[in-house]
């Protein structure tokens, strides 16, 4: 299963302290919901864990992440993420492009990404796959924002503020995807 993801967030600083943070990829790992870099093993590649909780299921990855790119002229960074289910019955890879671009006295994060999934992990089907995304990315873009106003205010930036999935926005969204078809689909 393929989920393909292209989301835009406004961030609360100049694109070239957006660009600074963007570029460390141990603290960008440190943004994303469940995810922990683990290790460096050289300037480009990286092995790391994630692990997502959904209710009563946890799914734990471990994997490595690739700099594939880093285009400084048009803040662009690519990125490939592999990896493997701790009981190795589920699969994950991810290709993600993220670029700053300015907006004045602020920036935006454009992220654009492929994920594949296999084995149980792409049991969760792809409408659920989407809202579970969706909720690790907007918890992600709310701690890589805090990293980089503390970035830009040279103060040393606070830890993230969710160090796991928050499993209660995730169930919330599922319910009210779930309702949203359910509406839609007799309106049509």
Known sequence: MKVALEKVFPMPSTADVAWQFLQNIEGIGNCMPGAKIT?????KNYKGTVTVKVGPATMSFKGTVEVKDIDVGTRTLRIIGKGSDTTGTSGASMDLVATVQATGQTCELVGKSE???NGK?????GRMMDT??????KQFSANFASQVLALQAHEAAPAPTH???NSLALLWAIIRDWFRSIFFSKST
Not at 121 to 125: D, L, P, S, Y
């Open 39 to 43: 290790e460096r093993v050289d300037e």
């Open 115 to 117: 994920v594949a999934m």
């Open 121 to 125: 992990a792409a049991a969760f089907g």
């Open 132 to 137: 579970i995304a969706e909720q690790i990315l």
């Open 163 to 165: 160090a796991e999935l």
